[in-house]
């Protein structure tokens, strides 16, 4: 049984930074593409990122030009560094392989104030 471990959320200001990081354990990332998910309450759970297992991204167009995906297949991890944050970029974000094949983690807060 995999486990994913997201972390690296907080309160931060308008055009601030966060860099979240997600872990498992149990299986290797490295045979996946990977993805990050956010959700607000009242919404869906959409669809932030995805990095393959080449290194290809792609983004969400709300997103586009100030998050960035990465992998580290090495320590079996992966990155979110968000820029230039927004308050509309408020939620719990969730990593987890392309499709959601692994059990959904407890996600990782993030809030952004103006």
């Known amino acids: 049984q995999v486990q994913l471990v997201e972390s690296g959320g907080g309160l931060v200001q308008a055009g601030g930074s966060l860099r979240l990081s997600c872990a498992a354990s149990?299986?290797?990332?490295?045979?996946?593409?990977m993805s990050w998910y956010r959700q607000t309450p009242g919404k869906q759970r959409g669809w932030v990122a995805t990095?393959?297992?080449?290194?290809?991204?792609n983004y969400a167009e709300s997103v586009k030009g100030r998050f960035t995906i990465s992998r580290d297949n090495d320590k079996n991890t992966v990155h979110l560094q968000m820029n230039s944050l927004k308050p509309e970029d408020s939620a719990v974000y969730y990593c987890?392989?392309?499709?959601?094949?692994?059990?959904w983690g407890q996600g990782t807060q993030v809030t952004v104030s103006s």
């Open positions: 987890n392989a392309q499709g959601g094949r692994f059990p």
């Open positions: 149990g299986s290797s990332l490295s045979f996946n593409a």
């Open positions: 990095i393959t297992r080449s290194g290809m991204t």
